[in-house]
């Protein structure tokens, strides 16, 4: 049986705990590896490692730096397909979704290439008579990543990549449900030159977390997950004077207008609805239908139906299981609970199974008519493949509809009308919008902004705000007095 080792001062070591999580095949629960918890004084010393190899990374040329980032794009690349098959095999996610979280984690290393652009301050002249300001832009020391099961390659590499290229240190906790992908991605960081301290990680659960966000030597905290979790960690890291960002739960609306292209929505609400089984946090999981559009309703339903779950390996396979039994059963619950509010369960998925793999984390597509604001399945993030359908008559309804809810992720309209889409641009409280674009999720050039429950902080995830995140502005004020300029003979600066 594989033991996920830990790394600790460039060393994968074996973890003296012996407390092991199972890491598991969802499709049939069976165990393919133990991660281990880690203990106090491992803990202690990935922290200390960091510490120490950050008073070295610090002054290591930011060019320097990017090019460790060049060669790690290129290894990423080469092990492009073997990543999102260990990736597939304890997820469960189909190769494809696997390759797709390769690639946008990839996007955010070449991002990171081109970090000595970002890390340039600024300058002025002649603030005051003879003296200039200027400001330069410092990294802060050891930051710390907190990350979820459901992209197990790109969270991970949304974090250490631009934390380092920033010339900061790094402590990974990456979820321990899928802690074979992170640890791939850490030997390859190494491989690509990340001298000894410079990434850490830490297998286990709320303990390691907890003594992490407690230590006095972590400057910085990068966490993303469930809301109560990302509470908890955005509240502990700013007790106790640490930076912090945490991305957390999501209800994402999707609008739908009556002169939008039909078939346009409906393709594309049927992916980013069930796709990767609905476990992604940009997913759509509210369908609003604006006038008549409600009539597309029961064909949406129709082509839902039709999606199948499947192994990973199965080309024909449209999404795979859920992560856990436990995320299993909260799906089947909040199933039940529509039903006994009163939505129409236009299509159930709660009995699907595969045949050969009745243990596993099976979930079919589900979809809902007639939903509330009320009830319980509008009102959690299900995250799992279910879509809740609802009709309004105006778009100022949808509007208002949205903005009450209190995540704020992502959102789409799809409408014909330029107008309309940008009134719903203008007024949404949302932090990414999607126009005629199902789930916007942006290029690591920009950022990944997320309102209201559904980020804690303000300086968000990759782009240049990643930049600013991870670092300090130091602003220095200079004056040089005319008459101390060396004369004479004894004149050691050739100022012609
Ligand atoms: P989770 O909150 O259960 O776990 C996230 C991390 O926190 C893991 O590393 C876990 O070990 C740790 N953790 C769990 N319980 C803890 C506790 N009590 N104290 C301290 N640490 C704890 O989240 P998950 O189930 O792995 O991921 C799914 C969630 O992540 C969904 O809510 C999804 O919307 C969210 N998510 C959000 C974004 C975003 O960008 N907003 C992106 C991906 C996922």
Not at 36 to 53: F, I, R
Not at 64 to 72: G, I, L, P, S
Not at 219 to 247: E, L, W
Not at 331 to 347: F, H, N, P, R, Y
Request: contains cysteine.
């Amino acid at each position: 049986m594989q033991h996920v080792p830990l790394l600790i001062n460039g060393e994968f070591i074996s973890s003296e705990s012996q407390q092991f999580i199972d890491v598991t095949n969802p499709a049939n629960n069976t165990v393919i590896a133990k991660a281990p918890v880690a203990s106090d004084a491992e803990v202690d010393a990935a922290v200390a490692s960091a510490k120490e190899a950050f008073i070295t990374w610090r002054e290591v040329p930011v060019s320097e730096r990017a090019r460790v980032m060049m060669r790690y794009q290129q290894l990423l690349k080469e092990h492009h397909d073997e990543i999102a098959t260990i990736l597939s095999s304890e997820t469960g996610k189909t190769l494809a979704d696997a390759k797709g979280d390769v690639w946008r984690g990839i996007e955010v290393v070449e991002q990171a290439m081109n970090v000595p652009a970002m890390m340039m301050g600024e300058t002025a002249e002649n603030v005051a008579r003879g003296i200039d300001t200027y400001s330069y832009i410092q990294p802060l020391g050891v930051c710390l990543g907190i990350t979820p099961f459901n992209f197990p390659a790109m969270i991970p590499l949304w974090m250490f990549p631009m934390a380092v290229a920033c010339g900061n240190t790094f402590i990974l906790k990456p979820s321990e449900q899928d802690p074979l992908t992170p640890t791939r991605l850490a030997e390859l960081f190494i491989e690509a030159g990340a001298p000894k301290g410079v990434l850490n990680v830490i297998h286990g659960g709320k303990d390691q977390v907890n003594k992490l966000l407690n230590h006095d030597d972590v400057r910085a905290v990068s966490f993303v997950g469930s809301v109560p979790v990302g509470q908890h960690v955005y509240k502990t890291a700013t007790d106790n004077m640490k930076r912090a960002q945490c991305f957390a739960g999501a209800k994402n609306h999707s609008v739908i207008m009556p002169d939008a292209n039909k078939q346009q929505v409906l393709n594309n609400l049927v992916g980013a609805s069930v796709g990767a089984a609905g476990q992604r946090c940009m997913a759509i999981s509210v369908a609003v239908f604006v006038g008549d559009a409600g009539e597309w309703v029961e064909e949406l339903a129709t082509m839902i139906g039709q999606v199948k779950p499947g192994l990973w390996d199965d080309e024909d396979a449209a999404y795979g299981p859920l992560i856990s039994p436990q995320a299993k059963a909260r799906v089947l619950s909040l199933i039940q609970q529509g039903k006994d509010e009163g939505a129409t369960c236009l299509v159930d998925g709660s009995d699907f199974t595969l045949k050969g793999y009745e243990t596993g984390n099976w979930v079919g597509p589900t979809v809902f008519s007639d939903v509330t604001e009320a009830m319980q399945i509008y009102q959690q993030e299900i995250f799992g493949p279910v879509l809740c359908c609802m009709v309004v008559d105006t778009l100022e309804e949808a509007i208002a509809l949205v903005n009450r809810n209190p995540f704020g992720n992502g959102t789409s309209i799809f409408t014909a009308s330029g107008a309309a889409a940008r009134k719903y641009q203008h007024e949404i409280e949302v932090g990414q919008v999607g126009i005629n674009v199902p789930i916007p999720v942006p290029l690591p050039f920009f950022s990944f902004t997320g309102w209201k429950n559904s980020f804690y902080g303000d300086l968000h995830a990759y782009g240049k705000q990643a930049v600013r995140f991870y670092s300090e502005t130091k602003t220095v004020t200079a004056r040089w007095f005319e008459n101390d300029i060396p004369t004479g003979p004894n004149m050691t600066i050739n100022l012609k």
